[in-house]
């Protein structure tokens, strides 16, 4: 590590971060993909408890001052029948709701509820899309909307590395959004990673370089910039994906602020401070109370691998003390 502290850019210290995992039915299969994030096994909780819970960060934030940013995942979370529901009853509270999903809703749904998002974040998976006009359609709904940031993924599957390529030279040269060629790791939505698909060093090349479009639209930047503090003196702004491609991920022995700007809820409805799991669940989204952390926690989780996760403050301990046991990732 050459720097010792990562804070969040833009207007993070306004929102309280609430990454959700909300259903495990996707209409795709991907072969990198865990079965429990598509075969629909893990039941969502009824939307009472989903709408109650949302009621409860509210009131959090409203005692700490701060707005909820929601940041839905599945699964195909826009295939849920009460979705549309769900963000009415955020954004117009003046929270905000992020989504990560293959854009294969229809066009009606995009167009419906487009205004309600203020972030979506669409994955382009080679094995299971259907209509690569379609997705680029749904880009194009998400590029007018003047509130909705679009960033798309692309997932590499390296024996299929050159269609996917092409599809994001085509995004690009058709939607102003930003664009990651994301690689592909083994043990995606199990139990952790434990290790990187094969690439030839040019394809390594080519992920690292490749980006989509800038674009300036005046919203909110709740998460996923992060200001980095280096040894030098410098401070640079590096995205999650610049830091987890550049392999800058490891924060055993520093201080952690996730439970404490963010949390993240489990498909059961379970609340940890974040994915790393680190110290267990504080609590679920069926209790009376909505009771969080106040002290950050110090990390012992070898590679800290999620977006959400990186975007919690982290400082280095100057005294690194006694560290307790690495924990399994
Ligand atoms: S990777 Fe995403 S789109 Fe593919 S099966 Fe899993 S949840 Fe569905
Ligand atoms: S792995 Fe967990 S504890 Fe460690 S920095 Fe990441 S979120 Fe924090």
Redesign the pocket.
Known sequence: MDFFKLSNAGNAKEYFGVNWALTTK?N???S??HPD??NGKIKTAEFEVISNFVDKVFEYCDKKGLKPFFEYA???VTYLKWFGDLLSLISPRGGLVSIIS?ASSSLDWWNKHVHNLHGVYL?F?VE?IKDIEHFIQVAEIIEKSPTTHLHVNV?MLPERFAECFAFAEKLRSRVECTIALQPLYYGF?GAGITGKYPYTTEQEEIMKSFRGRSYQKDIPEPRGSMMVSMDNGEVLKKSTFDLLIEEKTNFVGWDCNAGIENIVVTFQGDIYRAWCMQDGPIGTIFDAQLELPASPMLCRTKICQCGADICSTKVKRKVRGNIPQLVAV
């Open positions: 996707c795709y299969r991907c990198y993909c994030l598509y599945g699964g195909e293959n994955s998976h299971g997932m939505g």
